[in-house]
């Protein structure tokens, strides 16, 4: 079974009142419920910014299999030292699932070793996200494709790595077009960017979507694999 770790730097929902109206307990909290008794997570804890050390202590991060970050106007508050925490815990094996404008987040920057820069448009317009890779485990039991009727816009360029999988394509009512489920490996841990989440809109609810986060779950869990050592060799 599976321990997640759900951060959030959880400051919208604490002075914007939209996003207290979409999210009263927090992105964190709407998160953990769409996991919690569904397999195969079998404990899911929260963390968030203001916590000391971030709610990322050392004995956190080593009881988690897969840690989701949302993050998007507190990036720089984040402690390079929690960064190079999780970085560590990512290339030993532990999942990490970065959402929405997480894309900007130290830890997501550092393991992409780019920019991780995109256009943006917030207008609420309608988002088809199409499943380009229909044999991915990520994508079990999704139709071809999911609409949400009310969005933020992410465009390309999205200056990431080629991704080692592309899961999901974007189009907007602009015309526009994003990568928006990106699935990449980094030492022995797997990484999935998932586009979709801004913080006004209720996209956590939408019950594909959190289909999509359950399935994200068990294709980044930690998997045996041969042991990393380095050094000198006798």
Same mark, same amino acid.
């Given at each position: =079974?599976?321990?997640?770790?759900?951060?959030?730097?959880?400051?919208?929902?604490?002075?914007?009142?939209?996003?207290?109206?979409?999210?009263?307990?927090?992105?964190?909290?709407? $998160?953990?419920?769409?996991?919690?008794?569904?397999?195969?997570?079998?404990?899911?804890?929260?963390?968030? $910014?203001?916590?000391? @050390?971030?709610?990322?202590?050392?004995?956190?991060?080593?009881?988690?299999?897969? /840690?989701?970050?949302?993050?998007?106007?507190?990036?720089?508050?984040?402690?390079?030292?929690?960064?190079?925490?999780?970085?560590?815990?990512?290339?030993?094996? =532990?999942? /990490?699932?970065?959402?929405?404008?997480?894309? !900007?987040?130290?830890? !997501?920057?550092?393991? =992409?070793?780019?920019?991780?820069?995109?256009?943006?448009?917030?207008?609420?317009?309608? @988002?088809?996200?199409?499943?380009?890779?229909?044999?991915?485990?990520?994508?079990?039991?999704?139709?071809?494709?999911?609409? /949400?009727?009310?969005?933020?816009?992410?465009?390309?360029?999205?200056?990431?790595?080629?991704?080692?999988?592309?899961?999901?394509?974007?189009? !907007?009512?602009?015309?526009?077009?994003?990568?928006?489920?990106?699935?990449?490996?980094?030492?022995?841990?797997?990484? !999935?960017?998932?586009?979709?989440?801004?913080?006004?809109?209720?996209?956590?609810?939408?019950? @594909?979507?959190?289909?999509? /986060?359950?399935?994200?779950?068990?294709?980044?869990?930690?998997?045996?694999?041969?042991?990393?050592?380095?050094?000198?060799?006798?």
């Amino acid at each position: =079974m599976v321990t997640v770790t759900v951060w959030n730097e959880f400051r919208h929902e604490q002075e914007d009142e939209d996003a207290a109206a979409v999210y009263p307990d927090g992105i964190h909290a709407t $998160l953990a419920d769409a996991l919690e008794g569904h397999d195969p997570v079998d404990e899911v804890q929260t963390a968030t $910014l203001d916590e000391p @050390e971030h709610g990322l202590t050392e004995d956190v991060l080593e009881a988690t299999d897969v /840690l989701f970050w949302w993050g998007h106007i507190a990036h720089d508050e984040v402690e390079d030292e929690i960064v190079d925490r999780v970085q560590e815990r990512v290339l030993e094996g =532990m999942g /990490l699932i970065v959402l929405h404008s997480g894309h !900007f987040s130290k830890i !997501f920057k550092r393991l =992409m070793g780019t920019t991780c820069d995109l256009q943006w448009r917030e207008d609420g317009a309608t @988002e088809r996200l199409w499943v380009v890779d229909p044999g991915h485990p990520i994508v079990d039991g999704i139709d071809e494709c999911i609409e /949400l009727p009310q969005t933020e816009m992410y465009g390309e360029p999205f200056d990431v790595p080629e991704p080692d999988r592309l899961v999901f394509t974007s189009w !907007f009512e602009g015309g526009e077009v994003f990568r928006s489920g990106c699935c990449y490996q980094r030492g022995k841990g797997r990484i !999935f960017y998932f586009r979709p989440g801004h913080e006004t809109f209720p996209i956590y609810e939408n019950e @594909e979507i959190r289909r999509v /986060l359950r399935n994200a779950v068990e294709w980044a869990s930690p998997r045996e694999g041969s042991p990393r050592t380095f050094g000198e060799r006798e």
